[in-house]
């Protein structure tokens, strides 16, 4: 499988608690993005990658997240101090370096649930 | 804030019929725009994608049209089949950045 993995694809954890997942890019893609997605609403982004530099946070990247993509492969998106209002799918979705914005593949996601 | 939204939140067509989803923007300084279709439980799958510079791109089946005079975007599925049952989602490319700003969604229900 050649697409974006994101690992574990579901998380329950106590509100309190620290998590982080794990999102493997397609290989050849320079690009990351993080997106959270809650029921019913369309992804909102959060944070975007070129090669190892994070060049875009969103607003909704509150002091509690932080993403990190030390050698411009995979990427980790930590949530410290959990609280009920992060449970949400978090997607991870990849793409080719190119002039202006290419399409970007998203991964299956994962699921985190704070209770 | 200006955003990206769709005009039907529920489309039901019968198999073998063509569909049509709707979005309207209203960033006029979007220059990209690309339409996703999510399964249940999975992440979004990439469909087809416009640029500003075009009015209309065919793939498979699927035909994205962009009319910028009144900021409006669609997606035609033609024969649709129950396989294309999912939530399609507009985006457009937030210009100077590299996010997608997504619309809410429209959940497409083919009958047999």
């Known amino acids: 499988d050649t697409g974006v993995s994101q690992n574990p694809r579901h998380k329950i954890t106590k509100r309190g608690q620290n998590v982080t997942f794990r999102c493997d890019p397609i290989s050849e893609h320079n690009r990351l993005y993080w997106y959270r997605q809650t029921l019913g609403q369309g992804p909102e982004f959060l944070t975007y990658f070129q090669n190892e530099a994070q060049l875009e946070k969103s607003r909704l990247l509150s002091d509690r997240f932080s993403a990190e993509r030390p050698k411009g492969s995979f990427s980790t998106l930590e949530i410290q101090r959990t609280e009920q209002g992060d449970s949400a799918m978090y997607l991870c979705a990849s793409s080719l370096d190119g002039t202006g914005y290419t399409e970007a593949f998203f991964g299956q996601g994962t699921r985190l649930t704070v209770v | 804030g200006e955003s990206v939204g769709l005009h039907l939140p529920t489309l039901s067509v019968q198999e073998g019929d063509n569909s049509i989803i709707n979005c309207a923007y209203s960033?006029?300084?979007?220059?990209?725009f690309i339409w996703y279709k999510q399964e249940s439980g999975k992440g979004p799958q990439f469909i087809i994608d416009i640029r500003s510079n075009m009015d209309k791109r065919q793939g498979q089946r699927v035909t994205v049209l962009l009319n910028k005079t009144v900021k409006h975007l669609s997606l035609q599925i033609a024969a649709t089949q129950p396989g294309d049952s999912a939530v399609y989602f507009c985006a457009e490319n937030i210009p100077g950045g590299y996010a997608l700003n997504f619309g809410k969604g429209t959940s497409l229900l083919v009958t047999p």
């Open positions: 960033n006029s300084a979007s220059d990209y």
